[in-house]
């Protein structure tokens, strides 16, 4: 029986995004159904009461796993699929890779895309009203400091957690393209981290991250643009 994998998600959530390129790189079949989170669909809580994306079902083997939250699926995925390593083999690389996944997690989601994303994309969704000026300000200067450390990591480094391509990049570039869609990133200012990202939109696991668009709401004109 042919594995069937389906994933729970929104385009433009960063954390649908990681595992969208991890299934990619990893060359994993997979499905994708599209949630509105802000509904509460009965359907997505059955799956997670957390009611949060993404949501991953591979059934395989005979047995069919849900496997809620971006990092645990990124963990499951290089547990359960090893033939295409994500994380660094150096016990030294893995556990900044790991570290560099938190900061996405949390820094980064709590100081730019609960601004930005929040302002641009959620409170439209929901009808909560025109973004916020002063908030939309916060979020474009926490993401220059994001840009700044990114930048300061990749003047010593091909990854960022260390010499190779890994999970830790496939984190920040999920979340910097949403923001990229936006046309909120000031590349520009910040070469290295220009050039790094520049790299990855090339990769083919990108391509379908360069091919999404929200009904109503088209991405700026370099977004697709490989070499911006």
């Not at 963990?75 to 660094?88: F, H, K, S």
């Not at 570039?173 to 520049?198: I, K, M, T």
């Amino acid at each position: 029986m042919a594995l069937m994998r389906i994933l729970h998600h929104w385009p433009l959530d960063p954390f649908s995004r990681e595992i969208r390129l991890a299934l990619a790189e990893k060359a994993l079949e997979f499905e994708t159904r599209i949630e509105k989170v802000w509904s509460r669909p009965e359907p997505l809580l059955a799956l997670n009461p957390a009611g949060t994306l993404p949501v991953l079902i591979d059934d395989g083997a005979g047995v069919r796993l849900t496997v809620c939250e971006a990092g645990p699926i990124a963990e499951y995925l290089e547990e359960a699929y090893p033939d295409t390593p994500l994380l660094p083999k150096n016990p030294a690389e893995r556990a900044e890779a790991r570290r560099l996944m938190s900061w996405f997690a949390r820094k980064y989601d709590g100081e730019v895309n609960a601004y930005l994303l929040h302002e641009k994309l959620e409170k439209g969704a929901q009808g909560l009203g025109a973004p916020d000026p002063k908030a939309l300000r916060a979020g474009r200067d926490h993401l220059k400091w994001h840009l700044e450390y990114l930048a300061g990591l990749l003047e010593n480094r091909d990854g960022l957690a260390g010499p190779r391509y890994c999970l830790a990049d496939i984190s920040a570039a999920a979340h910097l393209s949403c923001a990229d869609y936006l046309g909120d990133v000031p590349w520009d200012q910040f070469e290295p981290a220009r050039n790094w990202y520049a790299r990855i939109k090339c990769r083919p696991a990108f391509r379908a991250i360069l091919a999404d668009r929200l009904p109503g709401l088209d991405p700026a004109s370099h977004y697709a643009d490989l070499d911006f």
